[in-house]
């Protein structure tokens, strides 16, 4: 089983519309959680961190469920520039960042 | 805002040549990260490295790879006798010690 696991898109959506990324981690000892963005060809962005009460920053809110070890990212009222590929991250803490393999959304006019 | 720069952006080097990836962390991050991502491939770990020494390697990180911090601000990987599958974009990250990692804007690396 792989360690992170994300939805494998793309997800194509208009302008406007709300879009949930979901992931999946096999690691219970996980302890730290992220989502970052992906440009093409650009380095990883944090996004934001994901807490175990939820929370939200703008447009985009994380939700984290341990017992469930599910990890989910919701952008409302998307933009165009939300486009790019979302990655799911997550590392036990000291410990190297394990990486989902990403979902790319593409928002569209 | 600090950051984490990178040089080169762009590597070309020919099969069999050694290179070196030079990456300057944030200045008062205590951990630092190699990862590389095959085009179109996920991103995947290298190695981190604590107070001077390597704390964790993954698989891929075998006797072709070695990292050094010759000083107190570089943090370089290099990689002897390049083959044709490493070619990758090669990300270095830092942490201050809190869960987030910041990532400098890569190095393209092309073995030719």
């Known amino acids: 089983r792989k360690e992170v696991e994300q939805d494998p898109g793309p997800f194509n959506v208009p302008e406007g519309a709300t879009v949930a990324f979901n992931c999946t981690y096999s690691?219970?000892?996980?302890?730290?959680f992220f989502w970052y963005r992906q440009d093409c060809r650009k380095e990883p962005k944090l996004l934001m961190s994901?807490?175990?009460s939820g929370n939200e920053d703008g447009r985009f809110t994380a939700q984290l469920n341990r017992a469930s070890q599910y990890i989910s990212l919701l952008i409302r009222d998307s933009k165009l520039s939300d486009s790019a590929t979302y990655l799911c991250?997550?590392?036990?803490?000291?410990?190297?960042?394990?990486f989902g393999p990403g979902t790319r959304l593409s928002v569209l006019p | 805002e600090p950051e984490v720069t990178q040089t080169p952006s762009h590597q070309v080097t020919q099969m069999g040549q050694e290179v070196i990836l030079r990456c300057v962390p944030i200045?008062?991050?205590?951990?630092f990260y190699w990862y590389r991502q095959i085009l179109g491939q996920k991103v995947e770990f290298l190695v981190s490295?604590?107070?001077?020494?390597?704390?964790?390697k993954s698989e891929i990180f075998d006797d072709q790879f070695s990292v050094e911090r010759p000083d107190g601000s570089n943090f370089t990987l290099k990689i002897r006798s390049t083959k044709l599958e490493d070619s990758a974009m090669y990300f270095c990250?830092?942490?201050?010690?809190?869960?987030?990692?910041?990532f400098g804007q890569g190095t393209r690396l092309t073995v030719v």
């Open positions: 990250a830092s942490s201050e010690g809190t869960p987030e990692a910041f």
């Open positions: 690691n219970s000892a996980s302890q730290s």
């Open positions: 994901v807490y175990s």
């Open positions: 991250v997550v590392t036990v803490y000291g410990q190297n960042f394990v």
């Open positions: 200045s008062n991050h205590l951990y």
């Open positions: 490295f604590y107070n001077n020494e390597i704390s964790e």
